[in-house]
């Protein structure tokens, strides 16, 4: 008997069939779509003999031992509902359906319940780390039905990756929609480091006239220190990169990011529980203006705008200060991702490990980084912090450093280069830093033209103005931020 079936023989799915196979795991494999299962019985299937593929669902269900545990590494949407009602006929009570893909949380919240009330257990996991990290080690996030958990858990933690110490980047999340929310966070998290990458980018091609060769042994060199990860390793390589007309392959690439709506997620779930995740969102916005291609081109010509660099200045001394203001953006960045996970916790009543995720994101996955081991210390101790800015190793930095962000955010305002993220990292934190803003204001002006009344600093109660007239306080029994 098989220990695990695997629904979907794409790239992502043949890959974890075959890290499981790798681990030792017993794995069945199965596709509606009859030419995945001939492809993948004909090529990587048959190099293993603990992989069966299978040609009909029947066969497939037979052959896995109780309580059969279904992988499904599908398209998310409709499709994974169709998957789980062809399941359930064919399943019995205790059965573990999961869903490793990039499913929106909701959908989980929803499906749990449904596969439950059918009495059967359902987890919905994010899969992080792309093809590479589903065959060599992933970060794997499950949530769902906690009864689920003992049965896959021996699988998950021997496939996912793991850290130096030998900790496993796996482990329960919470229940229902918990998984997918938190990887959907590390996705939207995601957009934010390549957006801040990509301005730190532009600023040296642009605006000091660094050159690609350059600008690749300046990445080499920060990702030996505070900034080491996966994406700043990654953009190195990709800078260095020459096709063999000798070339930069970086410089032929259009400049028109894609986007597979997570981001998105992330952000309208940050309006939805109204935290301020304003990096996240202008990163998925600096997505949407690239998109416009053809229009930034005419607009460029109409307002015959140019960039010009300045060549006055220390270049060692700016990409130093360069480094310093995307670590200080990067843990800001952080701290809104981690402040939206702790509402929707309390809005689901979800009991998350804040340490725990930053462990699973240590390795396998596309935000992996030396700097989330400081995330797992500061929330081993202190659990109940509010927000990483008033963590006392975050604190020590972001004040040494925030003054390198204020000098990159004016060079760009100065030399015309759009900064959304940067940008957005020093409004949060001015914002954030001050004791007493502007709303106030709104607060009156919202009370003048709507009557939705204020609460004033020297006196308990709610009150409201009649600003037009005779500008009389009329107390009142209600109050709506």
């Not at 900064?419 to 607060?443: C, H, R, V």
């Amino acid at each position: 008997m098989n220990n695990i079936g695997m629904i979907g023989l794409s790239v992502m799915g043949s890959n974890l069939a075959m890290n499981m196979a790798d681990k030792g795991f017993k794995v069945a494999a199965f596709d509606f779509f009859d030419e995945y299962v001939k492809n993948f019985r004909n090529s990587n299937a048959k190099n293993y003999d603990n992989i069966t593929a299978y040609d009909t669902l029947e066969e497939f269900i037979a052959s896995l031992d109780k309580p059969r545990k279904v992988f499904m590494m599908i398209r998310a949407g409709s499709p994974v509902d169709e998957t789980i009602d062809k399941l359930l006929p064919v399943l019995e009570e205790g059965d573990v359906i999961i869903d490793g893909g990039n499913s929106h949380f909701p959908d989980t919240n929803r499906r749990t319940k449904y596969v439950e009330d059918h009495g059967l257990l359902y987890i919905g996991t994010g899969v992080s780390g792309g093809e590479e990290g589903a065959l060599k080690g992933p970060s794997i996030m499950p949530g769902g039905s906690p009864k689920a958990w003992p049965h896959v858990k021996d699988i998950f933690q021997s496939i996912c990756a793991h850290t130096e110490d030998g900790e496993p980047c796996s482990d329960w999340v919470g229940e229902n929609g918990a998984g997918h929310f938190v990887k959907m966070v590390h996705n939207g998290i995601e957009y934010g480091d390549m957006e801040l990458i990509c301005e730190t980018y532009q600023m040296m091609r642009d605006g000091l006239g660094i050159t690609n060769d350059e600008q690749s042994s300046i990445f080499k060199e920060w990702n030996k220190g505070e900034l080491d990860s996966y994406l700043i390793e990654i953009t190195a390589d990709i800078l260095d990169y020459k096709e063999e007309n000798g070339n930069y392959l970086v410089d032929s690439i259009l400049d028109k990011a894609g986007q597979k709506g997570t981001g998105k997620w992330t952000a309208t779930a940050a309006l939805d529980e109204g935290i301020p995740l304003t990096l996240i969102t202008e990163a998925v916005f600096a997505r949407c203006l690239s998109a416009l291609k053809d229009e930034r081109i005419i607009a460029s010509k109409a307002y015959n705008k140019s960039i010009v660099k300045d060549d006055s200045l220390d270049k060692k001394e700016f990409v130093e200060a360069l480094r310093q203001a995307l670590y200080v953006a990067k843990i800001i960045s952080y701290a809104q991702g981690y402040t939206l996970m702790r509402a929707a916790a309390n809005e689901f009543g979800w009991k998350l490990n804040y340490g725990g995720i930053a462990l699973m994101w240590r390795g396998g996955c596309i935000i992996r980084s030396q700097f989330l081991g400081k995330i797992k210390e500061a929330y081993t101790k202190n659990p109940e912090l509010t927000n990483l800015l008033l963590d006392d190793y975050f604190k020590e930095i972001i004040e040494k450093y925030i003054p390198s962000l204020r000098k990159v955010v004016a060079f760009a305002v100065t030399h015309a280069i759009s900064i959304p993220a940067l940008s957005s990292a020093l409004s949060y934190f001015d914002g954030y830093t001050t004791e007493k803003m502007p709303m106030n204001l709104m607060q009156a002006q919202r009370d003048y033209f709507g009557a939705h009344t204020y609460q004033r600093l020297d006196q308990d109660g709610i009150f409201h103005t009649d600003w037009a007239n005779l500008g009389n306080n009329i107390a009142s029994t209600t109050y709506n931020v």
